[in-house]
């Protein structure tokens, strides 16, 4: 079955090390996402990659950072200058033209 | 601030109708989503609505879409327990990407 995953489920981590979130797609889509998600406050978009070796800054990029090395995965950093980690992380991904996005079941980091 | 807006918070009792309301800007939006979450778990395209379309069935939920006052909702019919979660409406902006509302948490009581 196609779809996109995302791992771990749970993450914690001590305050000032930098983690890395992992999602992969084998849907062949061509662009991923990551979004952030705080209670109440919906989804805020940090990065998104239309195409390979290219990405893009959202409304919230500071203190993340994304590579995309290859088609089907998007991997998330966030360093130890996000001010505030603790949220729930979703990756979704998507094709041009295509009916909405497909999401990851996501990952609750949890910075103690 | 928010280009799509919908209300926070929906309490119904189960076996009624939830109507979920929501109004966006970007009168290009080819396609209009609700998409369900459930706790912990990420999003589920409930359904959508081609942008030149008034309404669309779809067993118990329909989506009316009104393109002059810029106002979609979505009404669910018979709702049931499994039915509480939150809901998000997106339209797709000029770039093609998805902007969300808040998401409309439903609770449904016996």
């Known amino acids: 079955d196609g779809g996109i995953t995302q791992s771990p489920k749970y993450l914690f981590r001590k305050e000032g090390q930098n983690v890395t979130l992992s999602c992969e797609q084998n849907?062949?889509?061509?662009?991923m996402y990551w979004y952030r998600q705080d209670p109440g406050q919906g989804l805020r978009l940090i990065y998104y990659?239309?195409?390979?070796?290219?990405?893009q800054k959202g409304d919230i990029a500071e203190g993340y950072s994304v590579s995309r090395e290859k088609k089907e995965s998007f991997p998330l950093t966030v360093t130890s200058a996000q001010k505030n980690p603790t949220a729930f992380y979703l990756c979704?991904?998507?094709?041009?033209?295509?009916?909405?996005?497909?999401f990851g079941s996501g990952t609750r980091l949890t910075v103690v | 601030g928010e280009d799509v807006e919908q209300s926070l918070f929906l309490s119904v009792r189960e076996g009624d109708s939830s109507v979920i309301n929501c109004t966006y800007t970007?009168?290009?939006?080819?396609?209009l989503y609700w998409y369900k979450q459930e706790p912990g778990a990420g999003l589920q395209l409930l359904t959508y609505?081609?942008?030149?379309?008034d309404m669309k069935q779809d067993q118990r939920l329909t989506v009316l879409l009104n393109k002059k006052d810029k106002h979609l909702s979505l009404r669910i019919a018979d709702t049931q327990t499994g039915d509480s979660a939150i809901y998000f409406c997106?339209?797709?902006?000029?770039?093609?990407?998805?902007?969300f509302g808040a998401g409309t948490q439903v609770v449904v009581t016996p």
């Open positions: 979704a991904s998507s094709i041009p033209g295509g009916i909405g996005y497909t």
């Open positions: 970007d009168s290009s939006s080819t396609y």
């Open positions: 997106a339209e797709t902006d000029s770039w093609g990407k998805l902007q």
């Open positions: 849907l062949n889509h061509d662009a």
């Open positions: 990659s239309q195409i390979v070796n290219d990405f």
């Open positions: 609505i081609f942008s030149n379309m």
